[in-house]
């Protein structure tokens, strides 16, 4: 148990003398059942909901009156059609696609995916991050993409390899995103009632409590950073409902063992030097102002569609529509769980998904599958 969770359960008047973490999990929930608040909270993290699935949270917070829905916390799940027919437009012309194992594995708009593609002569690598495309750029005279997907957890690796001068025939796709202008537009549409933000330790150590705090001043949203374990998720909670309690909103960190303030410097400057803010679409969501990364025009000579423009126009000229039936957009905004699609588990399901809510791991309609089943 980390000293600063043994401190946060002790300022709670809950001891910690030989408790197993059960039983303390039983002490944090009876502590916000005691509360006698009821409330809907939303967090914005495929591991967070891995962590409630799996270790059977949701019922015991539900018995204490609150709810917690998904939001848009999975970065395959949030990246559009659009663009997975930009790399599979891309790897038809002849470039070598590198790409995460997830994301290749999504259905295009012909129910076809990325991986799919193998079987017809593309050249498609399933890579674990930048630096393996590099590799692979470094051993070929061929044009080589890397699809960058990702929020600010991964964006700082793409940044590094930018700033390292990387081989002169590799581009880069960005579909990288940023987390606080979709809260702000899920806080704003009023399309689900929320009382309560937990915040992704992931991201939160890239980029600090700062980013967040909008959402508390301006529309005094409670909000906590909460890391990935049993207890921290439960603990979060607790500092979600005792904000309530109070009638205040503001930005907590459950995860300071971790996230600091001023989250990580250098890989925020990174970031800075590579790209700037753009606005883009999310799936489920139209436009939201400045939640994209694009490359700056000083790196336009590694930008995959400023490079292979003639290659993508016809796919910037279309749109696409999500696939028939599919309502990950809504479980994305909350709107609905994984449980509420009627092609959950039958139709849809991990061996033939329809949508990237069921086939990332941080999905939640495959984090469901896997665990509720």
């Known amino acids: 148990m980390e000293w600063v969770r043994i401190g946060t359960l002790k300022k709670r008047g809950i001891k910690m003398f030989e408790l197993r973490d059960g039983e303390l999990a039983s002490k944090i929930v009876e502590k916000i059942r005691s509360k006698n608040i009821k409330a809907r909270f939303m967090h914005v993290c495929g591991t967070h909901q891995d962590t409630l699935v799996r270790h059977g949270l949701m019922p015991l917070l539900e018995k204490a009156n609150i709810e917690i829905r998904q939001g848009p916390g999975c970065p395959v799940c949030v990246t559009t059609p659009k663009e997975i027919e930009e790399a599979k437009a891309l790897a038809c012309a002849g470039k070598t696609l590198t790409i995460f194992g997830d994301m290749a594995h999504v259905p295009g708009v012909d129910g076809k995916s990325i991986a799919d593609m193998q079987s017809g002569g593309a050249d498609i690598r399933i890579?674990?991050?930048?630096?393996?495309?590099?590799?692979?750029?470094?051993?070929?005279?061929?044009?080589?993409?890397?699809?960058?997907v990702g929020f600010k957890t991964t964006a700082p690796t793409t940044a590094a390899v930018l700033l390292a001068h990387p081989p002169e025939n590799l581009s880069f796709l960005s579909c990288h995103r940023v987390v606080p202008p979709a809260l702000k537009a899920i806080v704003e549409s009023g399309e689900v009632a929320l009382d309560g933000l937990i915040q992704p330790g992931h991201v939160s150590t890239i980029i600090g409590t700062e980013p967040y705090k909008f959402l508390s001043e301006k529309y005094?949203?409670?909000?906590?950073?909460?890391?990935?374990?049993?207890?921290?998720?439960?603990?979060g909670c607790l500092m979600l409902v005792e904000q309530l309690e109070k009638g205040e909103g503001y930005?907590?960190?459950?995860?300071e063992r971790v996230?600091?303030?001023?989250?990580?410097?250098?890989?925020?400057?990174?970031?800075?030097?590579?790209?700037?803010?753009?606005?883009v679409v999310w799936r489920g969501?139209?436009?939201?102002?400045?939640?994209?990364?694009?490359?700056?025009?000083?790196?336009?000579?590694?930008?995959a569609r400023k490079l292979f423009a003639d290659e993508l126009a016809d796919v910037?000229?279309?749109?696409?529509?999500?696939?028939?039936?599919?309502?990950?957009?809504?479980v994305l905004r909350g709107v609905i769980t994984s449980q509420e699609c009627p092609l959950f588990g039958n139709a849809c399901n991990p061996?033939?998904?329809?949508?990237?809510?069921?086939?990332?791991r941080e999905g939640s309609c495959n984090i469901e599958y896997r665990y509720s089943r």
């Open 220 to 235: 005094g949203v409670a909000q906590v950073i909460a890391g990935f374990e049993p207890l921290d998720l439960l603990m």
């Open 127 to 148: 890579i674990y991050g930048a630096g393996d495309a590099v590799n692979i750029a470094a051993s070929t005279d061929k044009d080589v993409v890397f699809m960058a």
């Open 285 to 303: 969501f139209p436009v939201i102002l400045g939640s994209g990364l694009d490359l700056k025009p000083e790196y336009e000579n590694h930008d």
């Open 251 to 255: 930005v907590r960190n459950e995860y």
């Open 316 to 330: 910037h000229n279309r749109e696409y529509p999500e696939p028939a039936g599919c309502r990950c957009g809504d």
């Open 351 to 360: 061996d033939t998904p329809i949508g990237a809510c069921m086939v990332s």
């Open 259 to 279: 996230v600091k303030d001023e989250g990580n410097p250098k890989a925020l400057a990174a970031m800075d030097a590579v790209f700037e803010p753009t606005d």
